[in-house]
């Protein structure tokens, strides 16, 4: 499980986020209404968390990526303000660290050599044999036979802790069900008046961070798959049942991820681990557990990455890793569930 730990976690000025807006059922569509302000007040503001402007860069832009030290080392990051986050800013200047994990250079399976190596030659913005090297964001440029981060300078070149040169592709399974109180009624808000909303969030392992369970997709992957088996080993411990628990464990998941889904994101994730020539993408996806019914025959116990796990009341007073609150929020108003007191902030970017 360690590539999981460890893994977890065209022009750059037009970087586009492909964002959801459409029900994703394996024939025909769910009726769950888009949200009321159209798509780009609804999912517009994600993409902007990593867009650089015209003019530079806004003040929270690609704020995780560079963020210092790095995470699980002391290394510290060269500084890049805001306004030079973005490549078409010229910056002669720019001195990035050099930084690769050790764990990273031993090369591992689920890892890229070094560039430098003769017998390495990937296909970047392609798929090179299992491995995907497209982004989920369009084309990104390569210099001096590196992959550039389309989100612009994080004060640091290498890998880091990720393992692919270029986009790392990992999977968010986000299972929610609705508040209910002892007599099985759904719970509302006081003030907002809408129903509450649950998800299951695990505690990760390697920063504290309450999470979204999700990871790595393996090479050759379907990203289908990589949500059930993520979402079985941090949040069900799957892979410490026995071979008759798992067996039953396996029809249980095979009901909650055969049912109609909200893809919720596909795209660029503003992540800690981020360098210049390689970061996160994911795609979070949202199960629903309408009648709560699957869920209550699963018990919740972490697994795998996690430390903890427990179903969340989502509102805006969340605090997650990297960019889950905002995918959070996205399926709050999906969902037409409770987000905020302040009714005029419900489909307004974060």
Known sequence: MAERILGKTVATVSLSVALASVTVKSSGCCSIPACRNTFSSCGFHLSSNIMSSSNG??????????????????????????????WFVEWQDYNPVEYTAVSVLAGPRWADPQISESNF????????GHVERKSRNGLYEI?????????????????????????????????????????GNKITHPISGKNILQFVAIKRKDCGEWAIPGGMVDPGEKI???????????????????????RELEEQLHKLFSQEHLVIYKGYV?????????????????????TGEIMDNLTLEAGDDAGKVKWVDISDQLQLYASHSQFIKLVAEKRDAHWSEDSETECRGL
């Open 57 to 86: 860069a806004k003040e929270n832009s690609h704020k995780a990526a560079r963020t210092s030290p790095y995470p699980g080392s002391k290394v510290q990051r060269s500084q890049v303000p805001n306004e030079k986050v973005g």
């Open 121 to 128: 030659s990937p296909k970047f913005n392609e798929k090179d």
């Open 143 to 183: 210099e001096n036979g590196r992959p550039r981060n389309p989100a612009g300078r994080t004060g640091l070149v290498g890998r880091g802790l990720l393992g692919r040169w270029g986009p790392n592709h990992a999977a968010d399974p986000i299972i929610t069900r609705w508040k209910r109180d002892t007599s």
């Open 270 to 290: 503003d992540d800690p681990r981020n360098t210049d020539n390689a970061w996160m993408e994911t795609e979070a996806v949202n199960y629903h557990d309408e």
């Open 224 to 246: 289908g798959a990589t949500l059930k088996r993520e979402f079985g080993e941090e949040a069900l411990n799957s892979l410490q049942k026995s071979s008759t628990e798992k």
